[in-house]
């Protein structure tokens, strides 16, 4: 990593060491990359271990390789970034996805399309869908239950089915999105006066976005695609409208931070909004009250590796008063970000970060809709979010043996306690930098 002045060595005075940011970035680069191949590549069950230790060492290369990174905004470093970047996700491709097993319902939901019937009308277990069982129908989850998705995701699901309809089509559907949303991301902290290199490597060399998309194949993309065009078009009314209707068709929940920009955007964010997600719903509207039932069944039941509703669970009578509690305080920070004119990118970031804080379910993946955000603001809680979240994983081969999966306690605290404590801190320094400048 450094070079040393032989000229200063040959005279007997002291050596001078200078720090060679692109052979930091290549060495833990490199280190990233095969901690990821060893996980990638282990014969038995990657969880939990070695799995946990392997992306450990990916995360803990990632973040010195980001350090030095931040310390040479100007090297020419792209070219390694993007090699690295894709290097890392070749590894998986071709992998089976033993994490996740939601790539299923995703083919599922476009094998259904492609032979003209709804999705929404019927659970995958349906016994008038069994002529289309496929070998894998066993292992799509939740299989009583109907799809969650929103149509924009489903109409991506028919692409996929059209195109061969099998897991390597999803994750190269999702991986070329992956890199068009690091593309825009780019574009976004150039405008923002940001060190780009950093930015573009804190998103596309993070280990849970590599691992989540090229592994297990999760649509995560397709969401941070439309948030980051947002962020890019934000001061477009008609272009961040269509935008902001991309990704709530993709995942709902950008659609709690329709208040603040709608104070922005005005009447004309509003109504594209309003028609492209009309358009999109279009084709579905026959399947009625089915289009939400299976969103009804999550959020009712579903609950897994909570952090903040852990607390609020344990004071109140019950789930449902839990829940009523978190959606009051949620709606508080919408009604903060109204009313104090957030920016888009402030508005996102606080209300998808108290979503997933105050959400009954944090699947690891959920994570990576706050990535774009911490990449642009380097935020140390976001980022370190993103690597101590696998311990999510703990209980999976557990789930494998018996259809249960274990929350132990300690990796709850082991993932959250981190997190809020680095957020504390870092809350604080800025309130003590804040005052020392109005001081000064």
């Known amino acids: 990593f450094v070079n040393s002045t032989t000229e200063a060595a040959a005279a007997g005075g002291t050596v001078r060491w200078s720090f060679d940011p692109v052979a930091a970035l290549l060495v833990w680069g490199a280190a990233e990359v095969a901690c990821l191949a060893q996980l990638a590549y282990w014969p038995g069950p990657p969880v939990p271990f070695p799995g946990v230790i392997f992306f450990a060492g990916a995360f803990a290369a990632y973040a010195l390789a980001a350090r030095a990174l931040a310390a040479a905004p100007a090297a020419n470093l792209r070219p390694a970034i993007w090699t690295l970047a894709i290097l890392a996700r070749a590894l998986f491709v071709a992998r089976t996805p033993l994490l996740s097993d939601d790539v299923y319902r995703y083919l599922w939901d476009g094998r259904v399309q492609l032979n003209g019937i709804n999705p929404y009308r019927y659970p995958p277990s349906a016994p008038e869908l069994e002529p289309l069982r496929a070998s894998w129908h066993s292992f799509i989850n939740n299989a009583d239950v109907s799809t969650i998705y929103p149509p924009l995701a489903e109409l991506v699901f028919l692409l996929i089915a059209v195109l061969g309809g099998t897991i390597l089509t999803a994750k190269l559907v999702w991986l070329i999105l992956d890199g068009a949303t690091a593309l825009l991301l780019r574009r976004v902290a150039i405008r923002q006066g940001l060190n780009a ?84 719903y279009a084709p579905y509207l026959a399947a009625g009250s089915a289009l939400w039932s299976g969103l009804q069944t999550y959020v009712t039941h579903w609950r897994f590796n909570d952090g903040a509703f852990a607390l609020v669970a344990a004071v109140t009578p019950s789930l449902t008063a839990a829940k009523l509690v978190c959606g009051v305080v949620l709606l508080g920070v919408v009604a903060w970000a109204t009313v104090a004119r957030f920016s888009a990118e402030r508005a996102l970031f606080w209300i998808l970060g108290t979503g997933l804080v105050l959400s009954p379910t944090v699947h690891p993946w959920y994570v990576l809709w706050l990535l774009p955000f911490a990449a642009l603001r380097r935020s140390r809680p976001w980022l370190l979010l993103t690597g101590v979240v696998f311990l999510g994983y703990w209980g999976h081969a557990t789930f494998q043996r018996t259809g249960e999966w274990p929350q132990p306690l300690w990796a709850r605290l082991a993932i959250w306690t981190p997190f809020f404590v680095l957020l504390a801190y870092d809350a604080l320094a800025a309130m003590r930098r804040g005052r020392l400048a109005q001081a000064g």
């Open 197 to 280: 290199n950093l930015v573009e490597f804190l998103y596309l060399a993070s280990p849970l976005l590599i691992i989540e998309v090229a592994w297990s194949a999760h649509l995560e993309p397709l969401g941070l695609f439309a948030l980051t065009l947002l962020l890019l078009c934000a001061n477009l009314p008609f272009a961040a409208g269509a935008a902001t209707a991309l990704a709530v068709l993709a995942k709902y929940a950008p659609a709690a931070a329709l208040p603040p920009l709608l104070r922005s955007g005005g009447w004309r964010l509003l109504a594209v909004f309003t028609v492209v997600v009309a358009l999109f």
